[in-house]
């Protein structure tokens, strides 16, 4: 009898700590719903703007692959340039809107002189419509008086264009990428791209682009701009994958930019003295 009340109690301990810990295991699945719930969609577009926020480089990959990755289509904007190599991609923000977008300003640069962008453009930032099943709605615009924004991230917030005046120099639409948050177990938290027919272009023969856009836990933003011609062939960009900024460490960053600490090819080298071709059609 004594045997038989000491494994009753066992029996009831067990059965009691497989209630408990159900109800803790329950409990986080709760909470980690709830939490997930309080993520509104303003979260995941302040998310996707400070991610894109800072400076980065395209130096690591252009080292690697240099065949593949020497030429460079324009970040969120589908236009391509040539010859390029490394390139600084520099963006902060400018001010918000009166729903609440965010508004960034992007400046793109050789590495060699970050004082001298070629391609500068606003982005707003803003949830997608409720109607879209995505997170985040990302648009590129043309600049009214572009010369007034260069090195805008560089000066002091007295130095710069005021926030009204920002939202009067938003000029022409260019590109709109929709984002979705990564699914689980993928490095990235937002991936996205344009809609399939894509935007307007009419480089080396194209007749629109398309672009994809990750962003990753890391501070990475990955960019693959592609340029069609009205029978969908390829006629520009990349083939083999997207191009890769990564966040440069400030304090390291004039040990790793150094041209002492890049040997690059000398046939590049000469071609980054040459004068390189811009279109902005």
């Not at 109607?131 to 043309?142: H, I, Q, R, T």
């Not at 929709?178 to 935007?199: A, D, N, Q, V, W």
């Not at 690059?264 to 000469?270: D, G, R, T, Y």
Request: glycine content about 8%.
């Amino acid at each position: 009898m004594g045997s038989g009340e000491e494994d009753t109690g066992g029996g009831g301990g067990a059965v009691r700590g497989a209630v408990l810990k159900a109800l803790v295991v329950g409990g986080g699945v709760l909470l980690l719903r709830r939490l997930r719930r309080s993520t509104t969609r303003w979260d995941h577009a302040r998310a996707v703007a400070d991610a894109l926020s800072g400076e980065k480089f395209s130096r690591e990959q252009a080292r690697k692959d240099p065949d593949n990755f020497f030429n460079l289509s324009d970040i969120m904007s589908c236009v391509a340039i040539q010859p390029s190599f490394i390139f600084r991609m520099l963006t902060c923000p400018a001010t918000e809107t009166v729903d609440g977008s965010r508004v960034l300003y992007f400046e793109h640069a050789f590495w060699r002189s970050p004082e001298k962008p070629f391609r500068q453009r606003f982005y707003m930032v803003k949830p997608c419509p409720k109607e879209m099943k995505c997170d985040v709605e990302l648009s590129s615009y043309a600049i009214r008086d572009a010369e007034e924004y260069k090195n805008f991230c560089d000066r002091q917030k007295d130095q710069r264009p005021q926030p009204e005046e920002v939202i009067a120099d938003i000029a022409e639409h260019l590109t709109t990428i929709h984002l979705s948050r990564c699914g689980r177990g993928k490095r990235c938290l937002y991936e996205g791209s344009t809609p399939p027919e894509g935007f307007p272009n009419n480089w080396n023969g194209a007749s629109y682009c398309t672009s994809d856009l990750s962003i990753h836990k890391n501070g990475e933003v990955h960019i693959w701009d592609k340029g069609f011609d009205d029978e969908g062939n390829q006629v520009w960009g990349t083939k083999v994958g997207p191009y890769e900024f990564k966040p440069a460490p400030k304090s390291k960053y004039d040990d790793m930019f150094s041209p002492l600490n890049f040997s690059a090819p000398l046939s590049l080298e000469k071609k980054l003295d040459k004068a390189y071709v811009i279109d902005d059609q």
